[in-house]
């Protein structure tokens, strides 16, 4: 799928209806941006084969190939079309090398990089998105994802969500109407979070996607999934990781002295309380 403006427009409607917090933001990204390191593999190589007849994305981008305009319309569409629109810090020259870096040596890196934090990362699907000054690799939490950590995608579990009564009535919205999507969510904090509009704590049942013990820097998607750094998967110290590989453990204190992190499907509120009220620490 490539992407410009008139067809990015399409994912809106759901958007604005059901994420719309996180669409003011600037968070949700395409699932049609995100594929698997073989789709990556037929874009670098045919980017390559351009290269040596002399065409890449050299020097700002100028004057570029057709075949190039199209393979990164088709790969890149969605940082080009709307990143470099929305972020200062992004240029088209920002991403024009970033595609040069990435086609002779960030590719040929992942899987030596993030290979060892999954059973086969072959089958999951990455992308790069705008964060904190750099293009970012981004794995989207799919069902493949969630299966690979827990071998299976039914892991419910009592959890915790900073929100703001509009944030709280779309969750139920969504949970009334079938329309679920998951959230960012949370069973110990050591530090309270940093939006000081969610005054509440939203107590619920949800179905974990994916656990870590700290904070992971997570973005939504137009398909209801959310997507995950892979930049914050290491952890303080070498005994462990980020990765919360089974979910009993990781409830425990944060060594980041933050909070720890539940990638989740809201299923059912249970309570809320309000922010300045709760003791964070005792769950």
């Not at 073989?38 to 290269?51: A, P």
């Not at 020097?59 to 990143?83: D, M, T, W």
């Not at 989207?140 to 959890?159: C, R």
């Not at 398909?223 to 998967?233: D, I």
Request: glycine share 6%; aromatic share 14%.
């Amino acid at each position: 799928m490539s992407f410009n403006k008139e067809n990015i427009s399409g994912i809106r409607s759901y958007v604005r209806e059901v994420l719309n917090e996180a669409w003011v933001l600037g968070y949700i990204k395409p699932t049609g941006a995100f594929f698997t390191l073989k789709e990556w593999d037929v874009f670098v190589t045919k980017m390559l084969r351009l290269q040596k007849k002399g065409f890449d994305t050299r020097g700002g981008g100028k004057n570029l190939h057709p075949e190039i305009v199209s393979l990164i319309n088709e790969y890149f569409g969605f940082q080009l079309n709307v990143e470099v629109e929305r972020y200062d810090l992004l240029t088209y020259k920002n991403l024009m090398d970033f595609i040069e870096d990435f086609v002779n040596h960030r590719y040929w890196g992942i899987e030596k990089e993030f290979g060892h934090y999954f059973p086969d990362i072959d089958k999951l699907k990455i992308a790069y998105f705008y964060s904190r000054g750099d293009l970012e690799p981004y794995a989207l939490i799919d069902e493949e994802f969630t299966t690979q950590l827990y071998g299976s995608v039914w892991n419910p579990k009592m959890l915790r969500h900073y929100t703001t009564q509009e944030g709280i009535d779309r969750i139920n919205k969504a949970i009334e109407s079938g329309q679920t999507y998951d959230i960012s969510s949370f069973t110990v904090a050591e530090r309270d979070f940093f939006r000081p509009q969610s005054i509440y704590i939203m107590n619920f049942i949800g179905n974990v996607r994916a656990g870590f013990r700290s904070d992971i820097k997570s973005y939504a998607t137009d398909s209801g999934r959310r997507a995950v750094n892979l930049h914050r998967l290491e952890y303080p110290g070498k005994d462990i990781n980020n990765i919360c590989y089974e979910l009993e453990t990781c409830d425990a204190g944060s060594r980041t002295a933050l909070w720890n992190e539940y990638i989740a499907t809201p299923l059912k509120i249970t309570s809320i309380d309000l922010k300045e009220a709760t003791d964070v620490q005792d769950m």
